[in-house]
C-alpha cells in the first residue's frame, strides 16, 4: 500500500458499516480519505477516532446526499479546491427497500436507482475526469458490489435492489472496457460480498428490527473489517515471490517444497501420491488445482485425443484431487481449503466452464456436508507463463506474440491471489477472484 500514501480517496456510504471500515482502513494506510454521507456526525466520530489512534493519514468528513447530483457535482468541486482530486474511488454507498415488483412504491425503487446506479454512475465519471485532467494513469475504481449483482434470490423484498446490483456488474464491466478504449491504466474492480453483519438490514427491515437482527444471526456473517481488507488487497501492489524449490531454501522461506513427479491424467498416479502424502504428512490441509493445458483442437476440426487430454487434466485431474483432498481433510478433521485455476479458446473454454460448475457444486457439497472447508476459484486473465507457447508449440513466434500484445499478468500475481485467499479469516470465502492485466479488453 506504500505507493498510495499521501494520495486521495474517496468513499462513499462512509458514516457506518462497509464504507466506514474502508474508510478507516485507508486511513490507517496513510492515505488522505474524503468520506462522504448524509449523517456527518458519525463520519466526525471516526475522524476523530483515527486522530486518537494515531493513523498517518486523514479522514476528511463530507456531507453529500448521492442522490441529489448537484451535492455530488459540489462535492468533487471542494475536492478539486482542497485536495486538488481523486487517485481513488470506493463506490460503497448502497441501500434496499423492501419494495417488491408486484406491489413495491415507485419512490422506493427510484430511490435505490439513485442511490445505487445514477449516484454510482456520477462518481464514477467524476473520478475519471479528476484523474485524467491531472494525468493519473495508476487510479483506482472500485464498486461495492453485491452477490445479490450475479444471482437472484426468491425473496420479494430484494428483487428490486437485486436488479441495482446486476445494473452495477455491467457498469464495472462497461467501464473497464470504457478505460481500455481510452488508454488508460487507470482500473476497475468489483467487490461482490454476501451477508455482511451492518446497519444494512435494519435499514432495510426498519420496521422490524427483529427480522433485520434474525438475518445476521442465521449465519456467522462476513464483517465490515473483511470487506475492507479485500479493498486493501486490491489496491494492493502485489509483492515478489520467488517459487522454486531450490530458491525456497535458500531464500531462507520458512516453509518446504517437497517435489513429486505426478501425471494428473492417470488416476493411479494420483492415488499413489495421495498415498505417500499420508505417510509422509498424515494427510492436506489446502489442495490447490492448478495444472491445466490448452491445446489448440477446435471443435470444427480437433483431435478427440487433445479433447480428451484436456479433460482428463483440467476436469477428471481437478476431481480427483478435490475428492481425495475433502476425504484427507475430513479424516483430520481439519479447516481446509481449496483453490481452483480458471482462466479464458473453445474447447478448453468448455473444461474451464466445466471448472465454475465444479466449484460451485463443491461448495455445495460442502455446506451439505456442514464442514467448513472452504472453495474458491480464481480466474486470471492472460498470465505469462508456458501455456501458450504449449498450445502454439508449432508456432513460438505466435506464443510470443500473445504475451508482448500487453503487460500481461504475471504467475507471481497469481500467488498472490492465492495467498489473500487463504489469508482470509476462517468465516470468510472468497468465492472467485477475477484478475485481468489492466490492458486486457474482455
Ligand atoms: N450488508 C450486506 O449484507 C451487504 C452485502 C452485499 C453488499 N452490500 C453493499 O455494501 C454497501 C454498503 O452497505 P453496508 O452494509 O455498509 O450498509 P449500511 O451499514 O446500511 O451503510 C450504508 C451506507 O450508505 C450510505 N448512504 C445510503 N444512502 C445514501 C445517500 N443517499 N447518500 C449518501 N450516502 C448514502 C449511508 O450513509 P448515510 O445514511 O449517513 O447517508 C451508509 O454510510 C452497499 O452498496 C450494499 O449494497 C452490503
Redesign the pocket.
Known sequence: MDRWKGRVALV?????????AIAKSLVQHGMKVVG????LQ?MENLAAECVSIGFSGTLFPYK????VEDEVLSMFSWIKVQHQGIDVCIN?????LPEPLLSGKTSGWKNMM???VI?LSVCVREAYQSMKERNIDDGHIIN?????GHRVINNADVHF?TAS?YAVTALTEGLRQELREAKTHIRATCI??????????Y?LFSQNQEKAAASYKSIKC?Q?DD?ANAAVYVLSAPPHVQNLAAECVSSGFSGTLFPYKCDLSVEDEVLSMFSWIKVQHQGIDVCINNAGLALPEPLLSGKTSGWKNMMDVNVFGLSVCTREAYQSMKGGHMCGHRVLHNADLHFYTASKYAVTALTEGLRQELREAKTHIRATSISPGLVETELTYRLFSQNPEKAAATYKSMKCLQADDIANAVVYVLSAPPHVQIGDIQMRPVEQLT
Open positions: 462513499t456510504g462512509a458514516s457506518v458499516g462497509i464504507g466506514a462522504c454521507a448524509r449523517n458519525q453529500c446526499d448521492l442522490s460503497n454507498a448502497g441501500l434496499a439513485d442511490v445505487n449516484g461495492i458490489n453485491s452477490m445479490s435492489y446490483k461482490s460480498p454476501g451477508l455482511v453483519e451492518t446497519e444494512f438490514a435499514r462476513l465490515a470487506i
